[in-house]
């Protein structure tokens, strides 16, 4: 019997390939604790429901530039409950398709809390010696230890979407992806937002991805280098949260707040999990096959910690699975395509930590295509960058459009493969599409 626990991008995929790769006669069973079903936070709590909340916030200021231009003759309205109420439906329906076409491949479900010891597995009070197991749990959102923090109005990604009614006011606690997509979300659903960043917005990515935030963000108060230091009831014994109070420069200060979002980043989600070495930050410790402490016991995915990417949970899960069959398995992605997702798609990848010598580079106004053609009276198409070495080796690219997510996917395709601007540059393009990487190789193309 091989076992899978978690039953997100890691854990399902990996039961999958167990399912197709084992042994006559030996059953994969895969245990997941979301009463909502399969998909983990992917589905429940993150991508899935970033992207459908977006889609609605970029539809409003579509409607409202309609609107100002006179193409629109009556202003659009929306009603917050009923995109939740939808937003569930289609979750809901996503995690019925993910239950069949997990059990079609051969996958036993069992649904329940898992407890590990070892190679032990304890569900619903039934005690499991699987052959090999994989332990693909996920991560959980980090919330500091501060005064507050138990108010009412106070949530996580997790639990967010159980506020049926949006706030007057909200603060964002947090810098990173998370952060900035639900910043732009309910700053486009006409909430008034502040960020608070203990650091800076966005530290460490590439200053093309962090310029281009912050234009979105236009329309959001964003405070760096500040420390949050409690949440405030709206009066003593109400325990409804009112206020944050924060400190900057050595100066405390109020915010308003009617809700708090705590977007601080992600903990491995270990807690259950015992005779396992973890590190200090519990990340479960595994070698290049993905296998633990424990020989037969295996991770996958946020379990072990950073990037916190599903493709790249995928990745791990599929070798983790070859790795139990006794198989090679896949190389490692060397390059990571990356999005967030705002009034453009912010793409990019294989981008320098440093400043490189020896490259050429170059950036451009993406172009006009669909999904920008009409946005371009109020603001501009987006932004497109290319790095190369002299050779034409291509180093990275940024690119901020609608389709700035498939562009940073096929480039990072290129990038781990090694294709120079010189090949990219015989591309022919369908037209008109707004990426604007094809017109960057070929100007990098001539210059060499």
Not at 31 to 54: D, P, T, W
Not at 183 to 210: C, D, K
Request: aromatic share 6%; glycine share 10%; hydrophobic share 40%.
């Amino acid at each position: 019997m091989m076992m899978v626990i978690g039953g997100g991008p890691a854990g399902r995929i990996a039961a999958m390939e167990l399912a197709q790769g084992q042994r006559e006669g030996e059953d994969v069973i895969l245990i997941e604790k979301r009463a909502a079903g399969l998909g983990g936070q992917c589905l429940h709590a993150g991508c899935m429901v970033v992207c459908a909340l977006n889609d609605v916030a970029r539809h409003l200021v579509q409607s409202k530039m309609f609107y100002e231009d006179g193409i629109v003759t009556t202003p659009v309205t929306f009603s917050y409950p009923h995109v939740l109420d939808g937003l569930r439906a289609v979750q809901t329906k996503l995690a019925s398709i993910m239950y069949t076409e997990t059990g079609d491949a051969g996958v036993t479900l069992v649904f329940g809390d898992a407890t590990v010891s070892g190679k032990v597995v304890t569900v619903n009070g039934e005690v499991y010696t699987p052959d090999s197991l994989l332990i693909a749990t996920g991560s959980t959102p980090h919330i500091p230890s501060l005064p507050g923090t138990e108010l009412h109005g106070i949530y996580t990604v997790h639990t967010v979407l159980s506020n049926q009614q949006l706030p007057s006011n909200l603060v964002i606690v947090g810098g990173g992806v998370i952060s900035v997509e639900f910043a732009y979300i309910f700053a486009q659903f006409g909430v008034n937002v502040t960020v608070v960043v203990r650091s800076s917005l966005l530290r460490g990515y590439p200053a093309h991805v962090v310029s281009g935030v912050q234009a979105d963000l236009a329309n959001v108060l964003i405070i760096e280098k500040a420390d949050i230091h409690a949440c405030v009831e709206t009066e003593p014994g109400s325990g409804i949260v009112g206020s944050v109070t924060i400190q900057v420069d050595g100066k405390e200060q109020s915010i308003p707040a009617d809700m708090v979002l705590f977007a601080a980043g992600s903990r491995p989600n270990t807690t259950m999990i015992k005779g396992i070495k973890c590190n200090a930050a519990g990340e479960i410790l595994i070698n290049e096959r993905m296998e633990t402490s424990v020989p037969g016991v295996y991770a996958a995915g946020d379990v072990c910690g950073p990037p916190f990417l599903a493709p790249y949970a995928r990745y791990q899960g599929r070798a983790a699975a070859s790795a139990m069959l006794g198989n090679q398995i896949p190389p490692r992605p060397k390059v990571a395509p990356q999005a967030i997702k705002l009034h453009y798609d912010h793409g990019w990848c294989g981008w320098p930590q440093s400043d490189e010598p020896d490259v050429l580079q170059a950036g451009m106004p993406s172009l006009v295509g669909s999904g920008s053609f009409w946005k371009i009276r109020h603001t501009s198409a987006g932004k497109s960058v290319l790095v190369s070495q002299k050779d034409g080796t291509i180093v990275s690219m940024y690119e901020s459009s609608p389709v700035g997510s498939l562009a940073a996917a096929y480039m990072g395709y290129l990038i781990e493969n090694g294709v120079t601007v010189q090949e990219l540059a015989s591309m022919l393009e369908v037209h008109p599409s707004p990426d604007g990487m094809h017109l960057l190789a070929k100007y990098f193309a001539s210059q060499i």
